[in-house]
């Protein structure tokens, strides 16, 4: 049992998976900006939550780039997704101001019902915005008509790998983010595909030992 243990420590440990370690976001003002500090086209994701105004993140990039942007919430039975709304702009170098680049207003029959086998539970999730973009500075606006409700913001297209624990932390702070209980981590393939890992080498294990024990009686 000890070695399957060992074992299974060192595949969790060692295997690369997904990078998933979200940020919260702490927005206590209208349009108080949230700035992406990694580069535009890697992937990173925002939880935060609408209090009476939007929310806007800003990421700054010195070579054209895809920009896209995704919005995921908790799937409730029996009810709708909230209405967000996703605009980008940019902030224009010459005479000031913004100059829009996309928008995004889904209707109810846009979101799309997901399982998140990452993150043990139903998302309801949006279209993509994407837009390809020059060098610049953008901003991307997040609300609903009431500025109410609670979300995951995806941002960039380029996957990049970290570590086991810290993605199943990011796990644990998405699922505790959207008010699930903490057992519910149990639902993630984070925890139980290592888990039937462990299991199937301690049932190896035990078929290892009784065969040796078989061929001890016999000899």
Do not use: C
């Not at 086209?41 to 995704?70: K, R």
């Amino acid at each position: 049992m000890r070695y399957a243990l060992l074992i299974g420590l060192f595949v969790l440990t060692a295997a690369p998976v997904s990078a998933f370690s979200p940020q919260i976001t702490e927005a206590t003002r209208p349009y108080e900006i949230t700035t992406i500090e990694e580069a535009a086209a890697q992937s990173q994701n925002y939880l935060g939550e609408l209090d009476g105004f939007p929310v806007m993140y800003e990421v700054t990039s010195d070579e054209s780039f895809t920009l896209q942007t995704q919005v995921h919430q908790r799937y409730r039975s029996g009810s709708e997704p909230l209405p967000f709304s996703l605009i980008a702009i940019r902030q224009n170098e010459r005479g000031g101001g913004v100059t829009e680049v996309a928008r995004m207003n889904p209707a109810p029959a846009d979101w799309q019902k997901t399982k998140s086998s990452q993150l043990g539970m139903s998302l309801w999730e949006s279209p993509v915005l994407q837009a390809d973009v020059e060098p610049g500075t953008y901003q991307i606006e997040i609300s609903t008509p009431a500025n109410e409700g609670t979300y995951l913001l995806s941002f960039g297209a380029s996957d990049s790998e970290d570590g086991y624990f810290a993605s199943l932390a990011g796990v644990q702070r998405t699922q505790q983010f959207f008010g699930l209980p903490f057992l519910m981590i149990l639902a993630s393939s984070y925890v139980y595909y290592p888990l039937g890992v462990i299991l199937v080498l301690l049932v190896i294990q035990r078929i290892w030992k009784y065969r040796k024990l078989v061929i001890q009686h016999d000899t």
